[in-house]
């Protein structure tokens, strides 16, 4: 079909809308007509170059939520008229770190940024005249519709919004679950999450559902502080230097038993100065993505051995999104999880004021929303 899309025809340039040439389903595939897609800073990183990309045009976007209207031979368990979550990262449910539990590392996520299939390593999104689309993440949300593998592919309830449930398919899962899962927030802790976006903000949210006596939210922009309290920090600073001046008689020198990374794009002098905020025995979760050029860390090994300090990278909060995404909406539903209010809405042709607005710290979630002129 031919449809629409955000295009990034080469790095640094401005999203241009194109029209795209959309595959039908083949085998282990549906399609989807979109109700809306988030704006991740990590469709930005490819935007900067920060982040490889192994050819363009991109077909960009990678937090998506809406309806089956089509499927492939050999997809089992979603119909037309599904209403559907699209996790950025694939789950095939058989491969050995999906068997183990951690589907977050699915060995599908191998070809997360080749664009090609799962199904036969073709490409399903392409321009008009046959070139191939980049699919970002094998998902390509900015278009009012994708064809994508079932391992991407998350069914809800049909009574969930599907604006709020679209964030369920990178940011919240990916904020919620640093906090939560592979950050083990316990009832009494101290957190300090550092920098408040679409993903930290719902680290801020997931810390406080788990009990964090003091969630500290690091940010230096004051819209951004001001929305942490909101949402459930206790505590808010302009950078991690003055948070480490206010941590230690916050907590009777304890200092965080969890730190979370969440900043537009990481730098290796981040980490000693997370490690520095961090308890004995606590973590420092890297969740923020750095240039893909970063090698340098400098680190105090003395204090990382002694004082028995963990430095953890983290996908999608550590966590699956098969049970994440389900389980986050139930929180949802019982109200302790905000969806709605992270969300600032433009219309797919606005998309680079989105970028933006993100840029000068003006959304918590810039998210394109799809009416019926899109489809
Ligand atoms: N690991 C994963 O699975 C995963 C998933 C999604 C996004 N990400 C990454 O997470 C990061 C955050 O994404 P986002 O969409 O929330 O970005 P965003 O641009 O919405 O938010 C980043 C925030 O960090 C703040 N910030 C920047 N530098 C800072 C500093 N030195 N100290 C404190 N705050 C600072 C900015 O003001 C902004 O509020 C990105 O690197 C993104 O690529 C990772
Ligand atoms: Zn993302
Ligand atoms: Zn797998």
Known sequence: MLTKAAILPEIGAEWEIQEIELGDPIVGEVQVRLAASGLCHSD????????????????????????????????????????VVLAFTPACGTCRPCASGLQNLCDEGAGLMTGRSIADGSFRAKTPDGKPLLQMCLLGTF?????????????????????????????????????????????????????IGGVGI????????????????????????????????????????????ALPDLTWGRLAELVVLTVGEVEGHHIQEALSLTAKGGQVVVT?????????????????????????????????????IPSLLEQYRVGNLKLEELVTPYRLEDINQGWQDMRDGKNLRGVIRYTEADY
């Open 44 to 83: 930005e990183h490819m935007a900067t170059g920060a982040s490889p990309v192994p050819f363009l045009p991109l077909l960009g976007g990678h937090e998506g939520a809406g309806v089956v209207t089509k499927v492939g031979p050999g997809v089992r368990g979603i119909e037309e008229g599904d209403h």
């Open 143 to 195: 278009a009012p519709y994708v064809t994508v593998n079932q391992a991407s592919v998350v069914k809800i309830e049909k009574d969930i919004p599907l604006e709020a449930a679209a964030l369920l398919g990178c940011g919240v899962s990916t904020g919620w679950g640093s906090a939560t899962a592979i950050g083990r927030t316990r009832p009494g802790d101290t957190v300090v999450v550092v920098g």
């Open 288 to 324: 923020a993505v750095a240039h893909h050029a970063t090698n340098e860390v400098n680190l105090n090994l003395f204090e990382l051995t002694l004082l028995q300090k963990r430095v953890q990278g983290a996908i999608f909060g550590g966590v699956s999104p098969r049970t994440q």
């Open 202 to 245: 719902n680290a801020v949210q997931g810390a406080a559902a788990a009990g964090a006596r003091y969630v500290v939210a690091v940010d230096p922009v004051a819209f951004k502080q001001k929305k942490a309290l909101e949402f459930g920090a206790t505590h808010v600073f302009d950078s991690m230097a003055d948070a480490q001046a």
